[in-house]
């Protein structure tokens, strides 16, 4: 039994360490993606922001600040953080595809009532 409770605290250390190394890469590689999304912003870029905010970049020269223009003539600053992720435009949805040809319209007889009474 003493064999069994001296191999049991440096398991339960493993045990709780190889989780927590997981877990420190994972955070890692997505704050490294994350900067690189931040580093390749350009303006003409479509974004959208911690807020959902949906924005154009106009100006991404400054490295803390970065110039959004969120509807037409209406640019606004904001922290270079603040941009969640870049937005794809997705031109095969924009398009209204209508394969069904216009059948006539049939007009159904009325039903007829039963006047037994």
């Not at 949805?93 to 006047?115: I, N, S, W």
């Amino acid at each position: 039994m003493g064999n069994l409770s001296s191999l049991m605290f440096p398991l339960l250390l493993v045990l709780l360490a190889v989780p927590l190394f997981l877990s420190a890469r994972k955070q890692k590689r997505a704050v490294a993606e994350q900067q690189a999304l931040l580093n390749s912003l350009e303006p003409g870029d479509r974004v959208m922001t911690t807020s959902g905010v949906f924005a154009t970049v106009v100006d991404a020269s400054d490295d803390s600040e970065i110039k959004l223009e969120v509807a037409p003539g209406v640019v606004t600053t904001w922290l270079r953080q603040a941009v969640r992720e870049k937005v794809v435009a997705d031109t095969t949805t924009d398009a209204v595809v209508d394969d069904v040809e216009d059948a006539p319209a049939v007009e159904a007889e009325p039903a007829q009532q039963d006047t037994k009474k």
